[in-house]
């Protein structure tokens, strides 16, 4: 006499793997979904700073050319005798002021410009620079 038991250890052990496999890619697609997001915020804020810079830039550069204007206006008012020196030379500090608030929104603008490209990942073809790779593209795993 004796006792027979069946036991199937593989289906178990096959369950088990294809469970923590399931796992692994559920994990892994929520990953993917998350540095997704994250690479459109980034962009989404590059593009917010991009058009905010640009506008400053201008602004600025209107404000310098209207301060150029007003001491052009102040210098030919002095010529005639309507104006003093200190009016003169105030419009000169004022323009000067300008100059300065163009030159930093226009930094600005360029510095905004420059993280576009990277959140874009376009810093290299804006530059001119083509890498090639050292292995063969076949070897590489297929880009989306």
């Known amino acids: 006499m004796g006792i027979q038991f069946n036991v199937s250890v593989r289906d178990r052990v096959a369950n088990a ?3 923590a496999d399931q ?6 697609r929520f990953r993917e979904t998350q540095m997704e997001s994250q690479a459109a ?11 905010a810079a640009k506008q400053a830039a201008q602004t600025a550069s209107t404000s310098r050319k209207l301060q150029e204007q007003f001491l052009d206006a102040e210098l030919e008012k002095f010529h005639a005798g ?7 030379i105030q419009q000169q500090a004022y323009l000067a002021q300008a100059e300065t608030t163009e030159v930093a929104a226009q930094a600005a603008f360029n ?3 420059v993280q576009l490209y ?3 990942g ?3 073809e804006h530059q001119g620079i083509e890498v090639q790779p050292d292995t063969p593209r076949r070897n590489l795993p297929p880009q989306r």
Do not use: Q
């Not at 796992?23 to 892994?28: G, K, T």
């Not at 989404?44 to 058009?51: D, E, K, S, V, Y």
């Open 111 to 113: 510095k905004a410009a």
């Open 82 to 88: 309507m104006s003093t020196n200190f009016a003169v």
């Open 118 to 120: 990277r959140a874009l």
């Open 17 to 19: 793997d294809f469970g």
């Open 23 to 28: 796992a692994e890619l559920r994990e892994e």
């Open 122 to 124: 376009e810093t290299l």
């Open 41 to 51: 915020a980034e962009v989404r804020n590059a593009l917010i700073g991009f058009a």
